[in-house]
């Protein structure tokens, strides 16, 4: 399933206990606060670009099996826990160009 027109996500997927691989594509989201909070399971992210994303505080906070976040994101610019407590995270890579708030993005994350 795919969300084209989707801009703002605020914990659209919190607390999804089951939730092991994301294979959406979000081409517009902008504002993906909390988005993917507190999914222990998700361990996989396909969509390879998040073209629009500003805000990603807290998107990932606690996803503890996620292993990798290999993505382009050339308009993030708040990144404020985006990865904490992501305990088994041990790969990265996304665009810092315009990375003005990165506070405990990476508190927690004791793979990297």
Do not use: H, V, W
């Not at 504002?31 to 505080?57: A, H, R, V």
């Amino acid at each position: 399933m795919d969300f084209p027109k989707l801009t703002r996500a605020s914990y659209a997927f919190y607390n999804c206990q089951f939730l092991e691989k994301i294979t959406s594509d979000f081409p517009n989201l902008d504002y993906g606060y909390g988005m993917f909070d507190n999914c222990k399971k998700l361990k996989e992210i396909s969509q390879y670009s998040y073209p629009l994303l500003t805000n990603g505080s807290y998107m990932f906070y606690y996803c503890s099996s996620l292993e990798t976040f290999m993505k382009q994101t050339p308009k993030l610019n708040n990144a404020y826990s985006m990865f904490r407590g992501c305990s088994n995270l041990k790969e990265i890579g996304f665009n810092a160009d315009n990375l003005t708030s990165a506070n405990y993005m990476f508190y927690g994350c004791s793979s990297l």
